[in-house]
């Protein structure tokens, strides 16, 4: 049953995905880690990292729409869960994400830095945890917020998100220099966590709740159901 | 006009008792009760009355604070028994949004299987006849971006109805039709209210005294008026009458194309009464509640 | 009466009519606009860590030539909040859907969008108002010292009007939402990554809105080489542009609105010409001098035995340094202490705020002339100050310097010294008791060194030699430090002779100072002693 229903979904969800702003975060992303190869610039290993940053937050911004359906008050009522909506359009955005960042990857590659190549490894755990802040920050907006278009208060959300990273005391920034000597551990614990942090939030918020406390709700506000339709 | 009588005494499909619903402080609904059976019912309440709140509680869209509510034998309060109602369910949403690029078909398809009816063949056949039904046979291939706004609103019902829901929640379907379109769309309403239940919520007086057998009115969170059409008409029968001047005491009045004043409220001995209309019933309900209110 | 009046001038003079409707919708935005989450957030965000208590200890000694710089780049913050928050106001009927019915208004979108411009004034002046606060901080400050320059204090706030009517073009360009997401993006990247780290194309970087500068210590403002001004002209002609491409956009084509694009362009261009020019020759010989041979361009103050020479903009520091001085030659005995000791305060101004940007330092003190212009001056041997001041860092910093003159008789020779025997140990304990907030700066300054050993920067970041032990020289140090301070006190200036004595081991030193030295370990035996 569940496996016809993605099969018959896939096509018109593909078609449903905001092409533009994934599109336009996308190429943006590309352009700003491809500029100093263009133009051209010698960038230190350190600011080079910096932009590839940059390029991941471009494209952070673009998922930060991945969520928005403007028929969302229509599909909002029917059988199939917003948790199978939701994993759907990020199933589909997966492979093409992927497909980016090995491009953003494969640019950098030719930017004429000044040093040592990149930590692909720790960029990618980056980016993916900047990326599932994005997403869980739409199912979040539109779990709280219940319009339809969560991305124009995703997408400022997130930029806030990391400006804070990039931002706060050394001892809790996660945007640390390459050659910081806690540069492991951060992304071992810290880009990490966050990235579990990240998908936790989207699960959680992909349900669609039943009762509207959830907390002393899942319990109570079941019995207020109950107690009122014994009437 | 409206449907057989026989229908209000079948059991109910759906029935809803003390939904509360607070939203930033101000209440929302208010201790709300009734019960549908099959038909149309009509929904009538001012701007802010609470009804796009209540049916998106009836759509489960949306959960209450408290209260009970059962849908053919479903509660909505479990993840179970909310998927068990929403294969039961149409509905229109007040802006109901549209992916512009989809054609007609495309759109009611793909409802089509969030509704979870997975068959090709079947669903094809299916999303066909509800475009024809709602009159959008030769515009199924058209983009909905090229659409008028009442063929917009058609696709919607179309969508509502497609996987022929026995419980049809409409937010103001008529809103901003032209006359002739808001015709059609009663057309198609009444249709689809033989062997349904269907919840129609409105401004328009004129849609609940044309379509529906039975009337609810919603003010401020609370029920006014739950009844007939007729009942609701009768309601200000003897009070509303004729004056050459604006009457003192009126709740309402206004000049009517005659010159002479409608007035609606407690008459003075010897005035000229007036046949009262369903829209008299509904403002004395309404009036009424003002009065309550500020009791 | 009035209400006659009014009506009146109504019907004679719509167009004054339609300029205070254009008045009343920017004054509306204007609030609006200020209260937008974003830049709320960004205001309050910004003015908590402005207040934040316990700052950084040099904000006691700001030089206002930094700081007036310095007051630009929390404001970037702001105006990329304001960038989002405006474009979102442009775009707020469009997304409501009330477009259809604004358009048919008597207000034409092009004055709704002069409207947003003028409704960004406000935030704007605010902005200013916060520099200018700053700005009264800083000349309260009791160590404060330099000059500030009104151009650059002017800048902070014409990034945010920039960044801002950039929103507004944006949301007048693109009907997305998501236009303002990626321009933040943009200027992030232009910022942040090119505008910091891009080297070898230094005119693409003065392009950049916030212009950054490499050279960490302040230059005295005489040496400043910063284009502020044609920076500033460079933004006035890029906002002017901006906002006149917006009103363009939105329809307001007349003559005047062409003409102000046209003349923005050519001013954005003047600026941006004049601001590449990079510094003139007179400057360059300046900077050189100031470099090389400072003693020409200083003041000299005398404080006892210690002569302090700066440039005049920074004598006002001559007591902060002198209480340092006066610290570590209390611990010496005496026919040690009254000691003639020079210190002169020293600049890499070739290297500093909009140099030409060599990006290299020469080896400390070699290729630079101090030697003899000391002797010329009559100041051999001077220890060197830097220009920046404030905190236990700093001042276990020039104690360093002033113990070793008195310990070894002369400055380090080289440009990091390992010193690996007793007297190093001494160095270390007389500048940790210098003052009551030098053992506290040593121990920050090892919280964020790595590697073995312990060093103690150069007092004047980098331009002479900083001073290091090895792991087992510390182990003496720390000791020490454990034992009451009196007493340690004592058997320093008792026995001071055997302690300075050339070739006194570490395991001597110890045991004249009454404690013991840990055996040598191989670490310690890679260390390169001098």
């Known amino acids: 049953m569940i496996r016809a229903l993605v099969v018959a979904l896939l096509a018109p969800t593909w078609r449903t995905l905001p092409w533009a702003p994934l599109a336009a975060g996308g190429t943006l992303g590309l352009a700003l880690v491809g500029a100093p190869a263009l133009l051209p610039l010698t960038l230190p290993p350190v600011v080079l990292v910096d932009l590839v940053r940059v390029a991941a937050l471009s494209g952070a911004l673009g998922a930060a729409f991945l969520l928005d359906d403007p028929a969302g008050h229509t599909t909002g009522a029917v059988p199939t869960p917003r948790l199978l909506r939701h994993s759907l359009r990020t199933a589909l955005l997966l492979p093409l994400a992927a497909g980016w960042w090995v491009a953003v990857l494969a640019v950098a590659r030719l930017a004429p830095a000044s040093g040592a190549g990149l930590p692909y490894g720790a960029l990618t755990v980056e980016a993916a945890a900047l990326t599932a802040c994005s997403v869980a920050c739409a199912a979040g907006v539109l779990r709280w917020g219940g319009g339809t278009a969560a991305g124009s208060t995703a997408g400022p959300a997130v930029i806030v998100l990391s400006a804070s990273l990039a931002a706060v005391p050394h001892r809790y920034r996660l945007f640390v220099a390459v050659d910081d000597p806690h540069w492991a551990d951060v992304h071992r614990y810290g880009w990490a966590g966050l990235l579990a942090a990240a998908v936790c939030g989207w699960f959680a918020w992909s349900l669609q709740p039943t009762t509207r406390r959830p907390v002393s709700g899942g319990f109570g506000g079941r019995r207020a159901f109950g107690a009122a339709g014994s009437r | 006009m409206t449907a057989p009588p026989a229908s209000r005494t079948a059991p109910p499909t759906v029935s809803v008792s003390g939904l509360t619903l607070r939203y930033r402080g101000t209440v929302a609904l208010d201790d709300v009760s009734f019960r549908l059976g099959e038909g149309v019912t009509g929904l009538l309440g001012p701007n802010g009355a609470g009804k796009t709140t209540l049916l998106r509680i009836l759509a489960t869209a949306t959960p209450p604070d408290r209260g009970a509510l059962t849908v053919l034998g479903n509660d909505p309060s479990t993840v179970a028994g909310r998927q068990a109602v929403r294969r039961t369910l149409g509905y229109l949403p007040q802006s109901p949004g549209f992916h512009p690029g989809f054609t007609a078909f495309e759109f009611v398809d793909y409802v089509a299987i969030l509704k979870e009816l997975t068959d090709r063949r079947q669903r094809h056949q299916e999303v066909r006849r509800r475009l024809d039904d709602v009159g959008l046979a030769d515009a199924r291939g058209k983009r909905i971006k090229a659409l008028s706004g009442g063929m917009r609103q058609r696709v919607a019902l179309a969508a509502a109805l497609v996987g022929d829901p026995s419980f049809v929640v409409l937010d103001e379907p008529t809103v901003g039709l032209d006359p002739e379109q808001r015709m059609r769309f009663r057309e198609l309403i009444a249709e689809a209210g033989q062997g349904r239940t269907v919840l129609l919520s409105t401004h328009q007086t004129e849609d609940v005294a044309m379509l529906c057998h039975r009337v609810v009115v919603l003010d401020r969170g609370r029920i006014r008026f739950d009844g007939t059409p007729a009942e609701l008409t009768a309601a200000a029968e003897g009070r509303v009458w004729s004056s050459d001047a604006k009457a003192q005491g009126a709740l309402a009045g206004w000049r009517t194309g005659t010159g002479e004043f409608r007035n609606l409220g407690d008459p003075p001995g010897g005035a000229a009464i007036l046949e009262p209309t369903l829209e008299d019933g509904y403002l004395m309900a309404i009036d009424g509640a003002a009065e309550g209110a500020m009791a | ?530």
Request: net charge neutral.
């Open chain 3, 1 to 530: 009466m009035n209400a006659l009046t009014a009506v009146r001038e109504t019907v004679d003079a719509p167009a004054a009519n339609r300029r205070r409707a254009v008045l009343a919708l920017a004054r509306f935005e204007a609030g609006r606009l200020l209260l937008h989450p974003l830049v709320f957030t960004a205001a309050v965000v910004y003015s908590v860590w402005l207040l934040w208590p316990g700052g950084s200890p040099q904000e006691s000694f700001p030089v206002l030539q930094d700081m007036d710089r310095e007051t630009q780049i929390g404001l970037e913050l702001i105006g990329l909040a304001a960038l989002v928050g405006a474009n979102g106001a442009v775009l707020r009927s469009r997304r409501h859907g009330t477009e259809a019915h604004f358009g048919t208004l008597v207000l034409r979108p092009w004055q709704r969008t002069c409207a947003h411009l003028l409704s960004l004034v406000p935030l704007v002046l605010l902005t200013a108002a916060v520099v200018a606060a700053q700005l009264v901080r800083a000349l309260t400050r009791p160590g404060v010292v330099g000059h500030a320059s009104v151009n650059e204090l002017a800048t902070g706030p014409a990034l945010v009007l920039l960044f801002a009517v950039v929103g507004v073009l944006l949301g007048r360009v693109f009907r997305s939402s998501f236009a303002a997401p990626l321009a933040v993006v943009v200027v992030i990247a232009l910022t942040f990554v090119f505008g910091v780290g891009a080297s070898g194309a230094e005119g693409f970087r003065r392009l950049s809105p916030l212009a950054f500068d490499e050279g960490g210590m302040p230059l005295p403002s005489h040496l400043m080489g910063r284009p502020a001004g044609w920076h500033l002209l460079y933004l006035a002609g890029l906002v002017t542009l901006t906002g006149a491409g917006a009103v363009l956009v939105s329809g307001g084509r007349s003559a005047a609105v062409k003409a102000t694009a046209f003349g923005a362009l050519a001013v954005c261009s003047v600026g941006a010409v004049l601001q590449s020019l990079g510094p003139s020759d007179a400057l360059r010989a300046a900077r050189e001098e100031a470099t090389d041979r400072p003693s020409s361009m200083q003041e000299c103050h005398r404080r006892g035995p210690t002569t302090y020479c700066a440039f005049p903009e920074f004598t006002p520091w001559t007591d902060e340094w002198d209480t340092v001085v006066r610290g570590v030659r209390g611990l010496a005995p005496d026919g040690v202490k009254e000691r003639r000791l020079y210190v002169r305060q020293r600049v890499f101004a070739t290297d500093g705020p909009s140099g030409p940007g060599s990006g290299t330092r020469p080896a400390v003190p070699s290729g630079l002339h101090w030697a003899e212009d000391d002797r010329a001056a009559g100041t051999p041997d001077a220890i060197a100050a830097g220009t920046a001041w404030g905190g236990g860092e700093k001042e276990i910093a020039l104690a360093a310097a002033v113990a070793h003159q008195l310990v070894m008789g002369h400055g380090p020779r080289a440009s990091s010294a390992v010193m690996c025997d007793g007297r190093g140990v001494l160095v270390f304990w007389l500048a940790t008791q210098a003052t009551e907030h030098t053992e506290g700066g040593l121990h920050s300054i090892l919280a964020h060194s790595f590697g073995g050993g312990a060093s103690i920067p150069s007092p004047a970041d980098g331009l002479s030699a900083g001073l290091v032990l090895r792991d087992h020289e510390y182990a003496v140090v720390r000791a020490l430090l454990d034992r009451p301070r009196a007493e340690a006190g004592a058997r320093v200036k008792a026995e001071w002779g055997q302690l300075t004595a050339e070739g006194v081991s570490t395991e001597r030193a110890a045991e004249l100072l009454g404690v013991k030295a840990p055996p040598l370990t191989d670490d310690d035996r890679q260390w390169g002693c001098q």
